[in-house]
């Protein structure tokens, strides 16, 4: 135990982090397959339409299927497809090559049904494609007829559009094609590098009747060979190609590129353009280090037994060094580092179990991600007789990861403290088993207050109110006044706690970041449609994996709207035939000037109209599509209070773009990590800092 003396403890993070820096993904040529692109069908609801971009302004999800032109069989209408491009992205680049591996891209197979209607009298034209393009944003304008939605009459050829397409042709370009009923290999160009007849397969990409045929698009990253297989829908994949060339990806398209599909019709060639299910089967290829924090975080989270064992001979060695000064040897530099000023208590297990009753059933308060919440009563203050209620979190003992949640919850929220944030009160880590002590709360967390059916009756306004501007504060403390940002990352219903006067309390702060991982990534939240916290998480973070401040107020947008109309994010409000999400539905109110019944029935009108209308627009504002235009956390407090006028909602609500501007800020549980080893030498002072923050608000 001589090696444990005050220096001791930061060199072993700082070997730990050293220990990180060499687990840089390994570039071996076998990736991990994964089915990123999962679609048995199209449905026009957020699920869908949330991981699609749609370019073109006729493009959508329509009749079961992408509509890349309108979609329309009424003849009096024809007008409406003449001249038409569309594209619909994934939404989620998706990494082609490895920055270390010179040779190897990756492979991918993607299957799709295809769909190309033509109505009785109409001329064909002109097609769909398959796309794999540099962005989800942008489609060239003029791209209707022979450019099938790829390129214009000015950019067609050009390298600058790094893009690679395989068209299904339906119309004969006489400078161009063979036929009028081809498929063919794009780059930069709808003048294709190679293409191949359908004529001799049997297929007809729009018969008078209208077919679904089946496509395969095969690419081998180590062979550079792309396949197209095609036969009618429900035919098995044919045994050769109809079209197979060799193409090095990495010379055409960009690092990370985007997949979809584009189409177009013509003047007066014209065709319904229709995808019916599409799947991408890709090779993951994992990012360098420093590229993508989130990989980072995953790595010092998702992680290496390695890691966690340190961790715990640190915890292990610190638990017994303080047995043995308690013994009566002391030594005053690690007696600093130790446990900092502000530092939660230190509890045995045995006091737990006694508290919560041997974690009795009946004391039980709640269940998260983590482990069950207790409730307990403890003796927090060592000379006092009297108990005090508390709320104990243990994890669940098959968490791997419990023990990194647990340090990081820690080393950050011993720094935290402000009178809208859950305050923990003390932590055990024994026989493998970790559990941290909470302020009680005794009205429990908002979520069970807010629909009729609580049993703690409706929430009045000024309730509501007071919960808001709350969140709102707790928000601009973690975001501004503590000396180092913090994102909260999981805001939601159940993650605000109320106290005995309905003041606001937020908790779960520290465990989200301990979520960071690459497992819960919001992609594969995405993907997942994860129940109770879609709704909550902005668009840009299925792009960029990161939460931010932004992400937060889009969060916390999201909260606003749900109090004041006491109805959850993700249900879907009916209102003449269609369905609408809460946020879609207040923006209609609010374009329709009456905002003002989107607030909750239950309150029987007893409400304050010009703090409602203020809330909602608030909340509309927040919930921006694009994160740089949502208001900032210093503005929302003075919005609330009225000293702000609200910023100026557009009556349709923008749609989402991507890319659209730097994030302002990243989550990292390294910063919190490596503070942890700066904070050791500097405890005093930030312990300092934080308590002024407190008073301050
Ligand atoms: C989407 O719509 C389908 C059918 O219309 C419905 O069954 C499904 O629950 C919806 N999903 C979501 C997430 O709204
Ligand atoms: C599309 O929506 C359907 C119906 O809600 C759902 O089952 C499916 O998972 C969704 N797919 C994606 C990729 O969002
Ligand atoms: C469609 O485009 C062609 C050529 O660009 C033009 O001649 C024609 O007038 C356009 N038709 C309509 C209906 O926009
Ligand atoms: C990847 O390349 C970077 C610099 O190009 C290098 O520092 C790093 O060690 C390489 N990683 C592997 C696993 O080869
Ligand atoms: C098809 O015929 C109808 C009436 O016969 C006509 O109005 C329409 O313009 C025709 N459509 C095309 C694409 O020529
Ligand atoms: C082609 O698209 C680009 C980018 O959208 C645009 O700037 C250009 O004007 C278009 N060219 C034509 C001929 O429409
Ligand atoms: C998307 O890619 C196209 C083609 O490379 C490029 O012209 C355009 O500027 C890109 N848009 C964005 C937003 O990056
Ligand atoms: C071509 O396909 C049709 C069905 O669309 C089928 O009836 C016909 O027998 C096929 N011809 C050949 C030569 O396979
Ligand atoms: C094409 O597929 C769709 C949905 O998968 C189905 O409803 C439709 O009947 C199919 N059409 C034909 C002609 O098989
Ligand atoms: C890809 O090509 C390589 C080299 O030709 C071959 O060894 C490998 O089996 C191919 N992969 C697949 C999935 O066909
Ligand atoms: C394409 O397939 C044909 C026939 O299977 C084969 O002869 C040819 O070499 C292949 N071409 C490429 C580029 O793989």
Same mark, same amino acid.
């Given at each position: 135990?001589?090696?444990?003396?005050?220096?001791?403890?930061?060199?072993?993070?700082?070997?730990?982090?050293?220990?990180?820096?060499?687990?840089?993904?390994?570039?071996?040529?076998?990736?991990?397959?994964?089915?990123?692109?999962?679609?048995?069908?199209?449905?026009?609801?957020?699920?869908?339409?949330?991981?699609?971009?749609?370019?073109?302004?006729?493009?959508?999800?329509?009749?079961?299927?992408?509509?890349?032109?309108?979609?329309?069989?009424?003849?009096?209408?024809?007008?409406?497809?003449?001249?038409?491009?569309?594209?619909?992205?994934?939404?989620?680049?998706?990494?082609?090559?490895?920055?270390?591996?010179?040779?190897?891209?990756?492979?991918?197979?993607?299957?799709?049904?295809?769909?190309?209607?033509?109505?009785?009298?109409?001329?064909?034209?002109?097609?769909?494609?398959?796309?794999?393009?540099?962005?989800?944003?942008?489609?060239?304008?003029?791209?209707?007829?022979?450019?099938?939605?790829?390129?214009?009459?000015?950019?067609?050829?050009?390298?600058?559009?790094?893009?690679?397409?395989?068209?299904?042709?339906?119309?004969?370009?006489?400078?161009?094609?063979?036929?009028?009923?081809?498929?063919?290999?794009?780059?930069?160009?709808?003048?294709?590098?190679?293409?191949?007849?359908?004529?001799?397969?049997?297929?007809?990409?729009?018969?008078?009747?209208?077919?679904?045929?089946?496509?395969?698009?095969?690419?081998?990253?180590?062979?550079?060979?792309?396949?197209?297989?095609?036969?009618?829908?429900?035919?098995?994949?044919?045994?050769?190609?109809?079209?197979?060339?060799?193409?090095?990806?990495?010379?055409?398209?960009?690092?990370?590129?985007?997949?979809?599909?584009?189409?177009?019709?013509?003047?007066?060639?014209?065709?319904?353009?229709?995808?019916?299910?599409?799947?991408?089967?890709?090779?993951?290829?994992?990012?360098?280090?420093?590229?993508?924090?989130?990989?980072?975080?995953? &790595? +010092? @989270?998702?992680?290496? =037994?390695?890691?966690?064992?340190?961790?715990?001979? *640190?915890?292990? !060695?610190?638990? /017994?060094?303080?047995?043995?000064?308690?013994?009566?040897?002391?030594?005053?530099?690690?007696?600093?580092?130790?446990?900092?000023?502000?530092?939660?208590?230190?509890?045995?297990?045995?006091?737990?179990?006694?508290?919560?009753?041997?974690?009795?059933?009946?004391?039980?308060?709640?269940?998260?991600?983590?482990?069950?919440?207790?409730?307990?009563?403890?003796?927090?203050?060592?000379?006092?007789?009297?108990?005090?209620?508390?709320?104990?979190?243990?994890?669940?003992?098959?968490?791997?990861?419990?023990?990194?949640?647990?340090?990081?919850? &820690? +080393? @950050?929220?011993?720094? =935290?403290?402000?009178?809208?944030?859950?305050?923990? *009160?003390?932590? !055990?880590?024994? /026989?493998?088993?970790?559990?941290?002590?909470?302020?009680?709360?005794?009205?429990?967390?908002?979520?069970?207050?807010?629909?009729?059916?609580?049993?703690?009756?409706?929430?009045?306004?000024?309730?509501?109110?007071?919960?808001?501007?709350?969140?709102?504060?707790?928000?601009?403390?973690?975001?501004?006044?503590?000396?180092?940002?913090?994102?909260?990352?999981?805001?939601?219903?159940?993650?605000?706690?109320?106290?005995?006067?309905?003041?606001?309390?937020?908790?779960?702060?520290?465990?989200?970041?301990?979520?960071?991982?690459?497992?819960?990534?919001?992609?594969?939240?995405? =993907?997942?449609?994860?129940?109770?916290?879609?709704?909550?998480?902005?668009?840009?973070?299925?792009?960029?994996?990161?939460?931010?401040?932004?992400?937060?107020?889009?969060?916390?947008?999201?909260?606003?709207?749900?109090?004041?109309?006491?109805?959850?994010?993700?249900?879907?409000?009916?209102?003449?035939?269609?369905?609408?999400?809460?946020?879609?539905?207040?923006?209609?109110?609010?374009?329709?000037?009456?905002?003002?019944?989107?607030?909750?029935?239950?309150?029987?009108?007893?409400?304050?109209?010009?703090?409602?209308?203020?809330?909602?627009?608030?909340?509309?504002?927040?919930?921006?599509?694009?994160?740089?235009?949502?208001?900032?956390?210093?503005?929302?407090?003075?919005?609330?209070?009225?000293?702000?006028?609200?910023?100026?909602?557009?009556?349709?609500?923008?749609?989402?773009?991507?890319?659209?501007?730097?994030?302002?800020?990243?989550?990292?549980?390294?910063?919190?990590?490596?503070?942890?080893?700066?904070?050791?030498?500097?405890?005093?002072?930030?312990?300092?800092?934080?308590?002024?923050?407190?008073?301050?608000?």
């Amino acid at each position: 135990m001589r090696l444990l003396n005050g220096n001791s403890i930061p060199i072993m993070f700082i070997i730990l982090f050293s220990l990180l820096n060499h687990l840089t993904p390994a570039t071996a040529a076998s990736f991990r397959r994964e089915r990123a692109i999962h679609f048995d069908s199209f449905v026009d609801n957020d699920s869908n339409r949330s991981s699609l971009t749609f370019m073109g302004g006729s493009s959508r999800i329509q009749f079961g299927a992408l509509q890349l032109t309108p979609d329309t069989m009424n003849e009096a209408m024809v007008d409406i497809h003449y001249n038409k491009s569309g594209r619909i992205m994934f939404n989620r680049p998706f990494r082609l090559w490895s920055s270390n591996d010179t040779d190897t891209v990756a492979s991918f197979t993607s299957f799709f049904v295809i769909n190309i209607f033509r109505g009785d009298n109409w001329t064909a034209g002109h097609g769909l494609a398959f796309l794999i393009a540099p962005n989800a944003s942008t489609m060239p304008d003029s791209s209707y007829g022979r450019w099938l939605g790829l390129t214009n009459a000015s950019t067609d050829g050009s390298r600058d559009n790094q893009i690679v397409a395989i068209e299904f042709d339906t119309l004969r370009q006489p400078d161009l094609d063979p036929d009028g009923n081809h498929i063919g290999l794009d780059i930069n160009s709808v003048d294709s590098k190679k293409v191949a007849s359908l004529n001799d397969y049997n297929i007809t990409l729009s018969p008078e009747e209208g077919t679904n045929y089946s496509v395969w698009v095969d690419y081998n990253g180590t062979s550079k060979v792309m396949e197209v297989y095609m036969a009618r829908q429900g035919g098995n994949r044919p045994s050769n190609p109809i079209l197979n060339d060799t193409i090095d990806l990495k010379q055409y398209v960009k690092q990370d590129s985007f997949f979809g599909f584009t189409g177009s019709t013509g003047y007066r060639e014209i065709e319904l353009n229709c995808v019916l299910q599409w799947t991408l089967d890709i090779d993951i290829i994992p990012r360098p280090r420093g590229e993508d924090n989130r990989l980072r975080i995953g &790595l +010092a @989270i998702g992680v290496p =037994l390695g890691t966690i064992t340190i961790l715990v001979v *640190v915890i292990v !060695c610190i638990v /017994k060094y303080r047995r043995g000064r308690r013994n009566g040897e002391g030594d005053d530099r690690f007696g600093k580092l130790r446990w900092l000023p502000g530092m939660p208590r230190e509890l045995k297990y045995r006091e737990l179990k006694k508290a919560t009753n041997n974690f009795d059933e009946s004391m039980k308060l709640g269940e998260g991600g983590f482990g069950i919440v207790y409730k307990g009563l403890l003796n927090l203050h060592e000379n006092s007789s009297n108990q005090s209620q508390v709320a104990v979190k243990k994890f669940l003992r098959d968490s791997i990861k419990g023990k990194d949640e647990f340090m990081a919850e &820690l +080393a @950050i929220i011993h720094r =935290l403290r402000h009178k809208n944030l859950v305050r923990l *009160v003390g932590w !055990c880590y024994e /026989k493998g088993k970790l559990l941290l002590v909470y302020d009680f709360m005794p009205n429990g967390s908002l979520d069970g207050h807010l629909y009729g059916n609580s049993s703690h009756g409706v929430l009045n306004w000024s309730h509501r109110y007071k919960i808001l501007t709350g969140i709102a504060s707790a928000l601009h403390y973690l975001h501004n006044e503590y000396d180092q940002k913090v994102v909260h990352r999981d805001l939601k219903p159940s993650n605000i706690l109320l106290d005995v006067d309905y003041n606001a309390r937020l908790g779960d702060f520290g465990l989200a970041r301990a979520l960071e991982n690459e497992r819960h990534s919001y992609s594969e939240l995405g =993907l997942a449609g994860v129940p109770g916290t879609m709704g909550y998480v902005a668009p840009e973070c299925f792009h960029t994996g990161k939460a931010t401040t932004e992400s937060d107020v889009f969060g916390f947008g999201a909260v606003v709207l749900e109090v004041v109309c006491g109805k959850h994010p993700g249900i879907k409000i009916s209102h003449q035939q269609d369905l609408y999400t809460l946020v879609d539905w207040v923006w209609m109110l609010h374009r329709e000037r009456r905002l003002v019944e989107a607030v909750d029935e239950h309150l029987n009108g007893q409400f304050d109209i010009d703090e409602t209308r203020r809330l909602l627009l608030l909340g509309l504002a927040c919930s921006h599509p694009i994160a740089s235009e949502r208001p900032q956390t210093q503005d929302i407090f003075q919005i609330m209070n009225g000293t702000m006028p609200v910023p100026v909602v557009p009556p349709f609500k923008p749609v989402f773009q991507w890319p659209s501007g730097p994030p302002s800020s990243i989550n990292s549980i390294e910063n919190s990590l490596s503070s942890l080893v700066f904070s050791s030498q500097d405890s005093v002072g930030m312990a300092t800092t934080s308590q002024k923050n407190s008073t301050r608000l």
